[in-house]
C-alpha cells in the first residue's frame, strides 16, 4: 500500500464537499457545515474526522472522539474510550487495506474503543480483534456495540439477574 497517512481532516469546505461522496454525510457533517457558514468556527479548524487521502482526493475516513471515563459503562474499571463512527473507505478504493489503516490509527491511543458496526461489516471488525458487547445497555437501541480492548481493560459484566 506504500506509505498512506491518516491524518486528522480540517473543517472547510473542501473537506464538506468530499464528505458528500460517502453514504453516512449526515447530521454531523451538516452541523459543521452550518458552523462554518455561521462563522462559528474558524475555516480550517479540526474536526473529529480522520482520513486518508489518495492523489487529493479523501478515500476513507472516520470519525473518532473521546468519551470521558465517568460516562463509560462498558469496561471495568471505567475508562476513557475512543468512539468509533462513520469509518467508510469509497466503493473504489474498498479492499486494500485503508479501513484497517483506520481502525489501526485509532488503536495507537492504546484506549478502549466502542463502534456500531454497520450492517455486513461485522467481519472486518471481528478481524481487527473487536468483539460483542456482552454488557446489555438499554439506550443503545438496539444497535449492536463492538468492542476492542488494550492490555489490561476488561468489559464490565451485565448486572442483570
Not at 48 to 54: K, N, Q, R, S
Not at 55 to 76: C, P, T, W
Not at 85 to 106: C, D, I, M, T
Not at 109 to 120: D, F
Request: charged share 30%; hydrophobic share 30%.
Amino acid at each position: 500500500m506504500g506509505d498512506v497517512k491518516v491524518e486528522r481532516l480540517l473543517i472547510n469546505y473542501k473537506t464538506l464537499e468530499e464528505f458528500k461522496r460517502f453514504k453516512e454525510y449526515g447530521h454531523q457533517e451538516l452541523s459543521m457545515l452550518e458552523d462554518l457558514q455561521t462563522n462559528i468556527i474558524e475555516n480550517d479548524s479540526e474536526s473529529p474526522f480522520y482520513g486518508i487521502y489518495y492523489g487529493g482526493s479523501l478515500v476513507a475516513r472516520m470519525s473518532l472522539y473521546k468519551v470521558n471515563r465517568k460516562y463509560d459503562q462498558y469496561f471495568e474499571p471505567s475508562h476513557d474510550y475512543l468512539e468509533l463512527w462513520k469509518l467508510e473507505v469509497l466503493p473504489h478504493y474498498q479492499g486494500q487495506g485503508y479501513g484497517k489503516k483506520l481502525v489501526e490509527f485509532a488503536k495507537e491511543y492504546n484506549i478502549p474503543i466502542k463502534t456500531n458496526p454497520r450492517i455486513n461489516s461485522q467481519g472486518f471488525w471481528e478481524k481487527m480483534g473487536f468483539q460483542k458487547a456482552t454488557y446489555e445497555m438499554e439506550r443503545d437501541f438496539g444497535q449492536n456495540p463492538l468492542l476492542w480492548l488494550p492490555e489490561g481493560v476488561s468489559e464490565r459484566h451485565s448486572n442483570k439477574m
